[in-house]
């Protein structure tokens, strides 16, 4: 039985594509030149979403590079030839070994990958991009890979930005309708702002919701013309709630 012997994907690389010379059987085609992909990135909306296409030759070991794959990298088009080395030695030193891996798989089976990962351009900027592509089997071998590679650094730090975003007007709004309900209760019971506090509290520990939805609640009832002969009602609820004083909490 012959021994079986494991290579990483960076050694099947570089073992594939020198012996893949000449495998190119008659009906493939010269690659000269690529264009770039559309784009569209519902973060951006309008702005531009910088992105790639490529062309990896199997059997001349050629790889072309559209003008976006140049930029995604930090370069402009005819400062570099771009190789299997060049590319991966771009990819992040924790991304690049599972990079190296599934192109290897693809280059010895065919079939499509995508890969989430982080580039480091030749300004030493770190990209997230999104690697996705095809194995092109012709005659039962693979004989080319072709894909794209999408930079979504900006699309995530605006998704993030936007996130923080609404999470300040989600807290400012809360403290808003707390501030509201608290006015109401001062004014319909003549107590202080503190003890009105600690009555929503108690109402919200009292019925297990939300300190903002009992806020909510009675503020609803305030502003509605219909609902506004319960107000009175509510808020006696609450003084009865109140008078039960669990924990105190702070105002804020």
């Not at 991304?95 to 693809?106: F, H, T």
């Not at 194995?135 to 693979?142: A, E, M, T």
């Not at 107590?191 to 806020?215: C, I, P």
Request: proline fraction near 3%.
């Amino acid at each position: 039985m012959g021994t079986i012997r494991r290579v990483s994907g960076r050694q099947y690389l570089e073992q594939c594509v020198p012996t893949a010379r000449g495998r190119l059987l008659q009906g493939g085609w010269p690659v000269t030149e690529l264009r770039g992909p559309y784009t569209y990135s519902s973060a951006l909306g309008d702005s531009p979403c910088g992105a790639g296409t490529f062309h990896v030759d199997l059997a001349s070991g050629k790889i072309h590079w559209s003008d976006g794959m140049f930029q995604l990298h930090g370069y402009r088009r005819g400062e570099v030839v771009p190789t299997l080395e060049l590319l991966f030695s771009h990819k992040h030193p924790e991304d690049r070994p599972r990079c190296e891996e599934i192109v290897a798989q693809v280059v010895r089976t065919g079939g499509y990958f995508c890969m989430y990962h982080r580039v480091i351009d030749a300004q030493g900027r770190t990209r997230r991009v999104l690697t996705s592509g095809d194995g092109i089997v012709h005659d039962g071998r693979v004989t080319a890979l072709e894909g794209v590679m999408i930079d979504l650094t900006a699309t995530l730090q605006r998704e993030t930005e936007q996130t923080a975003r609404d999470a300040v007007a989600g807290a400012t709004s809360t403290r808003t309708v707390i501030d509201q309900a608290r006015g109401i209760l001062m004014g319909q019971l003549k107590m202080g702002s503190e003890d009105a506090f600690q009555m929503l509290v108690s109402t919200s520990s009292h019925r297990n919701v939300k300190l903002v939805v009992v806020a909510a609640e009675l503020v609803q009832l305030a502003n509605s013309a219909e609902s506004r002969n319960y107000l009175e009602t509510a808020v006696k609820a609450i003084a009865m709630d109140g008078q039960r004083r669990p924990v105190r909490q702070q105002a804020g």
